[in-house]
């Protein structure tokens, strides 16, 4: 009888990077021993096995820095357009506030992916400007750029005001955004007030949508409920139906960690 070939297990040199980022985010950089990484990957702590694949602790740090940066570039795809998936294929086909919707919930399960690369950046990096400044060039940065022109992009489709300050509503985004992720995580996995991240994301996403693509006021007297007035368009923010499609399904189900909804 044939036999299932077995896994091949895990690099030494991953499982080292792996356990020395975790174990940087638990506890800090300058408290994480040599020996502290090396039990963790399974070498014999104080062995001094940990130099058979790298350096020195810094060097685990750049490289896993660079590593997580790294693993933004399906986020970083989606916001420029360019990634070739059902999901992002979808999204376009969604009511407005359901796409805004998508992408922050996008963004959280980026947030997600990286804690403890944030958890690094909050606490450490401040030691190491090389380091930082790489990951506020091409993490947040790069991420800033791609969702202003996206904005941008989602305005000129539903014939918003495209002299709209792009850069600035980006930034207050993916702020808000980032503080949720932060205030649930140091509260360990709820949010101190209580609002559920669907609630959270679809508020965020209502109010993103008024700016781009607002609607123009009826005259007194006339509105959507008015005789002769039609109804808002579907996906507008005053009447956004439930999407069928990427938006609606990842805020009910979020996808798990590390991955885009």
């Given amino acids: 009888m044939p036999t ?15 356990e020395a980022l975790r174990l940087f985010g638990e ?43 790294g693993e933004g570039a399906p986020l970083r795809a989606l916001l420029g357009g360019t990634a ?79 002299d709209l300050d792009w850069e600035a509503l980006a930034a207050v985004t993916m702020n808000a955004t980032a503080h949720y992720w932060l205030l649930r995580d140091v509260f360990g996995g709820e949010h101190p007030t209580g609002v559920s991240e669907e609630r959270y994301v679809r508020a965020l996403a209502d109010l993103v949508a008024t700016l781009v693509a607002p609607l123009d006021p009826a005259p007194a007297g006339e509105g959507p409920g008015a005789p002769g007035q039609a109804a808002p368009a579907q996906g507008t923010p005053a009447q956004a139906a439930p999407a069928q499609g990427p938006g609606s399904s990842d805020l009910q189900n979020p996808p798990r960690q590390g991955q885009l909804p």
């Fill in 84 to 162: 070739e998936t059902p999901e992002a294929a979808a999204l376009d086909r969604l009511p407005l506030t359901d796409r805004l919707a998508f992408v922050a919930v996008a963004g959280l399960r980026r947030l997600e992916q990286e804690r403890d690369f944030n958890r690094i950046l909050l606490r450490d990096l401040k030691d190491f400007p090389e380091l930082l400044d790489r990951a506020g060039n091409d993490e947040i940065r790069d991420n800033h750029r791609g969702l202003t022109r996206w904005l941008a992009t989602q305005a000129e489709a539903a014939g918003g005001d495209l």
């Fill in 4 to 18: 299932t070939p077995a896994r091949d297990p895990v690099p030494t040199r991953t499982r080292v990077l792996t």
């Fill in 27 to 69: 506890r800090g950089y300058a408290a994480t021993t040599i020996a502290a990484i090396e039990e963790a990957a399974g070498l014999s702590p104080g062995s001094g096995a940990l130099y058979k694949h790298f350096r020195s602790k810094a060097d685990i740090l750049a490289e896993g820095i660079t590593e997580l940066i």
